[in-house]
């Protein structure tokens, strides 16, 4: 029998964070509103993700997994509408946070982003300051009262990311300036520091090396205890590391999303096992 407490994903309900249903992507869409089987059918447009349905749940880690180009980078901008800065790109379908409709056009996509924070492939602090990359997000969303206020939210962030004890002696010196391991920290700290209830992490750690991708995966180990995270990767070993939750792609597809430990070791999809094994990607 069906447990009315889950998700049709299986993610208890009381912990339901960001839900998708049908989500389609298309790139080349022209400016004009069109639907999505309109799009779908015009051979000058590319459908990158079709019809995804996912649960993301409250303190959990959610990996997206799949080979190269099957969409996970497009279905994570999707949801805090990066997409939107592509030109042509169309999102249609719906994903809600808090079962708040995100593409709703009440909604301010600046805003939208503090809450559903984002951590790229290549760190890219900004040519500012170390406090001044962390201070940004709170300053801009006015979310401190003075000066102490502010100088407290970028410690706080800065501890939280990991890196305070390497940079609190020189937070006026430029970001830029740090290992890349800690650049990528310092970006961590810059999207914690706006208390998002999502972070979104697009292969955080491609660019890392085993020591910085170390401590960035106890990071977000340590983040998931207040945040929801979700992570491309194309580490398996990363996926099973880091993860609860894990969805493989392939093609634009969702094939399975279910618990990390079962996608890993009884995949209830074919596709999924070939990847996991390395005979697809
Ligand atoms: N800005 C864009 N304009 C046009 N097509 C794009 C754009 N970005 C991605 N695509 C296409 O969308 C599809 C999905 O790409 P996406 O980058 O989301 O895949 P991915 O699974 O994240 O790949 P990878 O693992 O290689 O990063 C691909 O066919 C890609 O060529």
Redesign the pocket.
């Known amino acids: 029998m069906k447990d009315m407490s889950l998700t049709q994903e299986g993610v208890a309900l009381d912990t339901l964070k960001m839900q998708a249903r049908g989500v389609d992507v298309f790139?080349?869409a022209g400016g004009a509103r069109r639907s999505a089987d309109e799009l779908a059918a015009d051979p000058n447009v590319?459908q990158?993700i079709k019809n995804v349905d996912v649960d993301i749940a409250d303190k959990t880690v959610t990996a997206f997994i799949?080979?190269?180009?099957?969409?996970?980078?497009?279905?994570l901008r999707a949801l805090n509408r990066m997409n939107d800065t592509?030109d042509g790109?169309r999102v249609t379908g719906k994903i809600t946070l808090e079962g708040e409709d995100i593409y709703d056009p009440k909604v301010d996509p600046v805003q939208l982003r503090a809450s559903v924070g984002m951590v790229f492939q290549k760190p890219n602090p900004f040519p500012k300051s170390i406090f001044d990359n962390v201070a940004y997000g709170p300053r801009i969303h006015g979310l401190a009262r003075n000066k102490t206020d502010l100088a407290e939210i970028v410690e706080k962030s800065l501890r939280r990311a990991a890196i305070w004890d390497e940079v609190k002696d020189r937070l006026d010196a430029p970001g830029t300036g740090l290992s890349g391991g800690q650049q990528q920290r310092l970006c961590i700290a810059r999207a914690v520091a706006t208390s998002p209830e999502v972070l979104l992490m697009d292969?955080p750690c491609s660019a890392l090396d085993p020591i910085a991708t170390a401590q960035v995966e106890e990071l977000i180990d340590e983040l998931r205890t207040r945040f929801s995270v979700v992570i491309?990767t194309?580490s398996m070993q990363q996926a099973a590391r880091v993860s609860q939750k894990t969805a493989f792609?392939h093609l634009?597809s969702l094939v399975e999303f279910d618990d990390t430990e079962k996608i890993f070791t009884n995949p209830g999809d074919p596709r999924t096992e070939s990847y996991i094994t390395g005979r697809i990607g």
């Not at 799949?66 to 279905?75: A, L, N, V």
């Open positions: 790139y080349g590319t990158a799949g080979p190269s180009g099957c969409g996970k980078s497009t279905f592509i790109c292969e491309v194309h792609f634009g």
